[in-house]
């Protein structure tokens, strides 16, 4: 079914404990991205969680490249290249939600983690996970080197930020 979260449509669904969005905030202004929350806040019955992508992630900042480079600089998803600023904070204040979590999301890639020389030991440990050919030692190498940084470090690395509200 074709709907728009920003018109009057409302789903045939009862509400969840736990309705997400991932990436699609930041094509919208301070208005709509209002409008969206609250219509998610409808079909949940106790939180919500928000992710838009991390600009300060090399990683990201990596997909994206390869995303601008497909065909002369075209993006792939060509209706959203408008990017607006997402302040989760700001969002929860006029919404009357509590933020339960807020942090960054991790995504193990061993293509573009190779690309990234800001990520030093993580590289080595992609590329030996990458030549055993098992996803399950990339993610526990990514596991080792996130209980290794710090906050700060961690928060570069996200592909996407996210938080989680408590509907007040």
Request: glycine share 6%; with cysteine.
């Amino acid at each position: 079914m074709d709907a728009d979260a920003l018109g009057n449509w409302m789903p045939p669904l009862l509400p969840a404990d736990l309705v997400s969005n991932l990436g699609s905030l930041e094509h919208m202004s301070f208005k709509a991205q209002l409008r969206f929350a609250i219509f998610m806040g409808r079909l949940s019955r106790r939180y919500v969680l928000l992710a838009v992508p991390n600009p300060r992630s090399p990683l990201f900042n990596v997909m994206e490249k390869h995303e601008l480079s497909i065909e002369d600089n075209a993006w792939v998803y060509p209706d959203e290249p408008t990017q607006c600023g997402v302040d989760f904070r700001k969002l929860g204040e006029v919404l009357g939600w509590s933020i339960v979590r807020e942090s960054y999301m991790h995504v193990a890639s061993t293509t573009l983690t190779r690309e990234v020389e800001e990520l030093g030991p993580l590289r080595e440990c992609a590329r030996q996970a990458y030549s055993t050919g098992s996803p399950e030692n990339l993610i526990e190498a990514w596991l080792k080197l996130e209980c290794a940084c710090s906050d700060e470090v961690l928060a570069s690395l996200g592909w996407f930020a996210y938080v989680i509200y408590a509907l007040d």
